[in-house]
């Protein structure tokens, strides 16, 4: 079935200092990919997202792009800020899987000033 | 864009009693909705497919009696905890899955449910 692998966290940065969170899966057919985020006692928000192989999603900074040749969809930012501090899923959409969204396990991001 | 709203965004009742959870779609047709359950500190877990006009599809452990959805209209189904006991406070998270868009990317804002 179906599986995202998220880096484990929690991660703590200091402000402006370059962040990555990895994320790997493995998918029957042909997935989107999706990183969300979760403030404290919120829902999920969309981050960013694509669709196929080689497409960059971007918002708010943050970036990631889907590589399917190492199944990956790494996310990035250059600079966090503190109130980037939240919890970090990333997750898969399969079309062959009646578009059910598959997610990591998540990693919390905590950015000190 | 496309939005969902779920109410109540936090509920509290007493144990043995039913709570009802509402996602809807705010402007868009959704025929299709998934429910997801998030344990703190957790990832989300799929706890059943939410399919309008039929009956909902459930993932294995789920139990269907305990947890029931229904799906009355393209822009509106529901979750029932039956008999809730403090093991289902939990956080449960509805999306929405809009016709001819991606699938299942449009979240609810989630409902946090206290059983006392």
């Known amino acids: 079935g179906d599986s995202v692998t998220q880096m484990e966290g929690p991660v703590t940065l200091s402000e402006e200092a370059f962040l990555t969170i990895n994320c790997t899966y493995t998918a029957t057919g042909y997935p989107s990919l999706f990183w969300y985020v979760q403030y404290p006692g919120e829902g999920l928000q969309l981050l960013l997202k694509a669709t196929k192989a080689d497409d960059k999603g971007s918002n708010k900074g943050f970036e990631a792009t889907y590589r399917k040749e190492t199944t990956s969809f790494h996310l990035e930012k250059g600079s966090v800020q503190v109130s980037d501090s939240a919890v970090y899923f990333c997750a898969l959409s399969d079309r062959d899987n009646a578009g059910k969204s598959t997610f990591g396990d998540g990693t919390t991001l905590t950015v000190k000033p | 864009g496309a939005v969902v709203s779920q109410h109540p965004s936090r509920v509290i009742c007493k144990s043995g009693t039913s709570v009802k959870i509402e996602c809807r779609s705010l402007d868009f047709q959704a025929t299709t909705m998934f429910w997801y359950r998030q344990f703190p500190k957790q990832s989300l877990m799929l706890m059943a497919t939410s399919n309008e006009g039929s009956k909902a599809t459930y993932e294995q452990g789920v139990e269907k009696d305990k947890f029931l959805i229904n799906h009355a209209s393209l822009t509106l189904s529901t979750l029932t905890v039956t008999s809730a006991h403090p093991e289902d406070s939990s956080f449960y998270i509805c999306?929405?899955?809009?016709?001819?868009?991606?699938?299942?990317?449009?979240f609810g804002s989630g409902t946090r449910l206290t059983v006392v």
């Open positions: 999306s929405a899955r809009e016709f001819g868009g991606l699938y299942g990317y449009t």
